[in-house]
C-alpha cells in the first residue's frame, strides 16, 4: 500500500516533459509545473514563434513567462525523492527508428503509444494521460500509434474525413459531402466500416480455406515428387542394369569373335607353315639332285655315269597339297561385311526404340499438362524452329532460304536417290522431330497442307499409304482461298474460320492434343485433335499444285 502511495506522489510531483521528479521546480501562469532546463528547453524550440504554450494544456503566452524557482515545491520533491527506494525505475523508452514519435514531447522524443484521430498527434505514455482523464478528451477516439494521421484530413477543406463516398469509392469531409459529391450514396466510415468488416470476415475464410487448399496441393504436390523421384532412380537403376548386361553381351560376343578369328587363324597360318617347310625341303631336294645331275652330265666315265643316272633322275611322285596358284585367297572380307551389316542393324534398331523410350520418358510429369496459350506471346513461350529435310523434299520441290522455304516448280531438282525422299506428291517432312509442348507458324499461298506425321510414313506406294491425312500417321490441315478442311486416316472434316494467310500450330504430345490458329492480331481456332501420339511428330507440307503454291516455315523470335 505504501508502495502504491509513493507511486502516486511521484506521478504528482513529476514533470510531464522528461517524466521524472521535478529538478528545480517552476511554475507558468497556468497552473503547471515543469523542470526549469526542460522547459526552458521546450520554449527555446519555439522562439521563432509569436507565442509560447504549455506543453500540457497548450494555453498560450504572447510573451514568454519569467520562470522563478518554486521553493515549496522544491522542498515537497526533494522529501519525496528521500522517501523512495533507491532503485530507479527505467526510463520511459526513447523514440527509435522506425518508432512513432510522441508530438507533445520537447527535446528528447519519447516512443508514442496511441494515436488520437480527433486531435490528429500521437502522445506518449505520460501524454496520453489526459485523454484518459478529462471528461472532453476521454470522448477522443484512440487507435495503436500510426505515421500517417494526417491521412485522415481532407486535403482540401483540412476537416477530419468521416463520411465514405460509396460513389466514387473513398473517404470525405461533410464540406465535400456538401459540394463535389452531393447526392452521391454517402455513409458514415463507421457504417461502411462495419459493412467491410463482415465482408473482411468473409474475405479471411476465402483466404483460409484457400491457405488450406493450396497447403493440401503442396504435400499432395511433395508426395507426387516424392514418387517421381523414387520412380525415376528405379528406372534409372534398372535402364543401368539392363544397358550394362547388354554391354557386357557386347563384349562377351565380341570376345568370342575375336577368339574364333584368331583360331581361324592360327589353325590356317599353321597349317600353311607346315605345307611351306615341306615345300621349301622339296625344293632343296630338287635343287641337290639337279647339281648332282649336272655334275654327273659332264663325266667321261661311261660306266660311272650309267651306274648313277637311274637313282639320280629317278623322282618320287609329289605329295597331295593345294593347288595354290589356282584356288582364290581366302580372307576374312565376308566375315567383315557381316559384322558391319550387324553394326548397322542394332543401330538402326536403337535409333528406332530410342525414339520410343525418349517419347515414353517425355510422357511422365509430375503435374497435369498445362491449359493450351490463349494468346500469341503465350504460344510463343513454346516456339520451335523448323527446318525441311531435303532428303525427304519431292524432286519437283524447290527448298531455299536455309531449307525453311519451299515451292512446287514442274521441272524436277537435281536430288540424290534416298529412302526417305517422297516419290508420288509433292511432299516434305521437317528435319526435327517434336514431343512435349511446341508452336510454330506456316506462311502459305496457292493451296497448302499444313500437316504432321510419324517418321516412319511411307514414302511411296498408294495415296492411302503416304498421303498425308489419308492414313492412321498423318494429319493434315487443307489450305486454300475457297477455306480450310482438315483430314486424317481418309476422314475429311469441314473446318469454318476466317482465312489467314499465316497458320498457327501448337502441339501438346503428352496431353495427345493438335491445335490449328489463325494467326493475327487475336489466335482463332480453326480446328483442334485430341488423340494419343506415339511417336514424335515431324511437321509437313503438300504442296499438290505447279504454279503459285508456296509455304514457309516463319522464323520465330
Known amino acids: 500500500m505504501a508502495q502504491q502511495v509513493t507511486q502516486l506522489d511521484r506521478e504528482k510531483w513529476s514533470c510531464s516533459i522528461c517524466l521524472d521528479l521535478l529538478k528545480d521546480p517552476v511554475t507558468i501562469p497556468c497552473g503547471h509545473s515543469y523542470c526549469m532546463s526542460c522547459i526552458n528547453d521546450c520554449w527555446d524550440e519555439e522562439r521563432d514563434k509569436e507565442t509560447h504554450s504549455c506543453p500540457q494544456c497548450r ?25 523512495e527506494p533507491q532503485a530507479a525505475s527505467p526510463d520511459p523508452p526513447d523514440a527509435g527508428p522506425g518508432d512513432v514519435a510522441c508530438d507533445y514531447c520537447c527535446g528528447k522524443k519519447l516512443k508514442a503509444l496511441k494515436t488520437c484521430l480527433v486531435c490528429m498527434a500521437s ?20 487507435v495503436e500509434a500510426t505515421f500517417k494521421p494526417q491521412e485522415n484530413i481532407c486535403s482540401r477543406h483540412d476537416e477530419v474525413m468521416k463520411i465514405y463516398c460509396r460513389t466514387d469509392q473513398h473517404c470525405i469531409c461533410y ?14 466510415a463507421a457504417a461502411e466500416r462495419a459493412e467491410r468488416q463482415t465482408e473482411l470476415g468473409l474475405s479471411r475464410q476465402k483466404i483460409q480455406q484457400r491457405v488450406q487448399d493450396r497447403e493440401r496441393d503442396v504435400k499432395l504436390l511433395q508426395q507426387r515428387v516424392e514418387a517421381f523421384n523414387l520412380s525415376a532412380d528405379e528406372a534409372v537403376r534398372h535402364s543401368e542394369e539392363s544397358l550394362t548386361q547388354l554391354i557386357r553381351l557386347i563384349e562377351k560376343t ?9 583360331a581361324q587363324q592360327k589353325s590356317q597360318v599353321s597349317q600353311a607353315t607346315e605345307l611351306e617347310e615341306k615345300l621349301q625341303q622339296e625344293i632343296t631336294d630338287l635343287r641337290r639332285r639337279d647339281t648332282e645331275l649336272e655334275k654327273l652330265s659332264h663325266s667321261e666315265d661311261h660306266l660311272h655315269f650309267l651306274n648313277n643316272y637311274p637313282s639320280l633322275s629317278r623322282l618320287s611322285p609329289p605329295e597331295d597339297c593345294p593347288s595354290i596358284h589356282v584356288c582364290p585367297l581366302s580372307s576374312f572380307k565376308a566375315v567383315t561385311a557381316a559384322v558391319s551389316e550387324l553394326k548397322d542393324k542394332l543401330q538402326a534398331a536403337l535409333r528406332e526404340d530410342w525414339l520410343k523410350i525418349s517419347s515414353a520418358a517425355t510422357e511422365v510429369e509430375v503435374l497435369a499438362s498445362l491449359a493450351e496459350p490463349t494468346t500469341r506471346a503465350q504460344f510463343l513461350r513454346y516456339s520451335q ?6 532428303n525427304s523434299a519431292h524432286k519437283q520441290l524447290l527448298l531455299s532460304d536455309r ?3 519451299v515451292n512446287r516448280l514442274k521441272q524436277e531438282q537435281v536430288y540424290a536417290d534416298h529412302p526417305d525422299r517422297f516419290v508420288e506428291w509433292g511432299q516434305v517432312l521437317s528435319k526435327e522431330g517434336l514431343t512435349g509442348r511446341c508452336y510454330w507458324e506456316v506462311k502459305w499461298s496457292g493451296r497448302v497442307e499444313v500437316a504432321v506425321a510419324y517418321k516412319d510414313i511411307s514414302r511411296k506406294g498408294t495415296k492411302e499409304e503416304f498421303g498425308f491425312g489419308y492414313n492412321k500417321k498423318s494429319w493434315s490441315l487443307n489450305c486454300q482461298s475457297s477455306g480450310y478442311t482438315f483430314r486424317h486416316n481418309k476422314t475429311k472434316t469441314s473446318v469454318s474460320g476466317p482465312l489467314s494467310s499465316i497458320i498457327g500450330v501448337y502441339l501438346d504430345h503428352e496431353a495427345g492434343t493438335l491445335s490449328y490458329y489463325r494467326v493475327s ?20 507440307l503438300w504442296l499438290p499444285n505447279y504454279s503459285g503454291d508456296a ?6 523470335k
Open 123 to 142: 502522445f506518449c505514455d505520460q501524454h496520453l494521460q489526459p485523454h484518459y482523464t478529462v471528461a472532453v478528451l476521454k470522448k477522443h477516439k484512440l
Open 59 to 83: 494555453q498560450t503566452f504572447t510573451q514568454r513567462p519569467v520562470l522563478v524557482k518554486n521553493t515549496m515545491l522544491a522542498e515537497l520533491v526533494e522529501e519525496l525523492r528521500k522517501e
Open 521 to 540: 492480331d487475336t489466335m482463332t481456332l480453326l480446328h483442334r485433335v485430341q488423340t494419343k501420339f506415339t511417336q514424335p511428330l515431324y511437321p509437313g
Open 175 to 188: 464540406l465535400c459531402s456538401m459540394d463535389d459529391h452531393k447526392g452521391h450514396d454517402m455513409v458514415s
Open 254 to 262: 565380341r570376345s568370342e569373335f575375336t577368339q574364333q578369328i584368331r
Open 385 to 390: 524452329q523448323i527446318t525441311l529435310d531435303p
Open 403 to 405: 531449307d525453311r522455304k
Open 551 to 556: 509455304a514457309e516455315f516463319i522464323e520465330l
